[in-house]
């Protein structure tokens, strides 16, 4: 019932800019952990930044100062602002999100979106 919306992705210039926006909806009474994943072809699907229910934040080592992880907890949103971007960065980007989604808070799974393309090249 709960439902992972992911929208932004792309074909940007390397230099460039996009921000990845992913919506949670349905049956949601807490969220903690909120993250961005991304795979790229032939490659491990990698974590690349993740938030906590306060706001900190963990990047992978090589978006560190590029990419910027925030949430939007009225709103149930998660958004991954990507600046700066290399080819490297091309990839399938994925959000999951761990979510109560009744009152027993403790009682959480994780939910994964769909995902969605960013291509960077000239």
């Known amino acids: 019932q709960v439902q992972l919306v992911v929208s932004g992705g792309g074909l940007v210039q390397p230099g460039g800019s996009l921000r990845l926006s992913c919506a949670a909806s349905?049956?949601?009474?807490?969220?903690?952990?909120m993250a961005w994943y991304r795979q790229a072809p032939g490659k491990q699907r990698e974590l690349v930044a993740e938030v906590n229910n306060t706001g900190g934040a963990h990047y992978v080592d090589s978006v560190k100062g590029r990419f910027t992880i925030a949430r939007d907890n009225a709103k149930n949103t998660v958004y991954l602002q990507m600046d700066s971007l290399k080819p490297e960065d091309t990839a399938i980007y994925y959000c999951?999100?761990?979510?109560?989604?009744?009152?027993?808070?403790?009682?959480?799974?994780?939910?994964w979106g769909r995902g969605t393309q960013v291509t960077v090249s000239s």
């Open positions: 999951n999100a761990d979510i109560a989604p009744d009152s027993r808070w403790w009682q959480t799974f994780v939910y």
């Open positions: 349905g049956s949601i009474f807490s969220i903690n952990a």
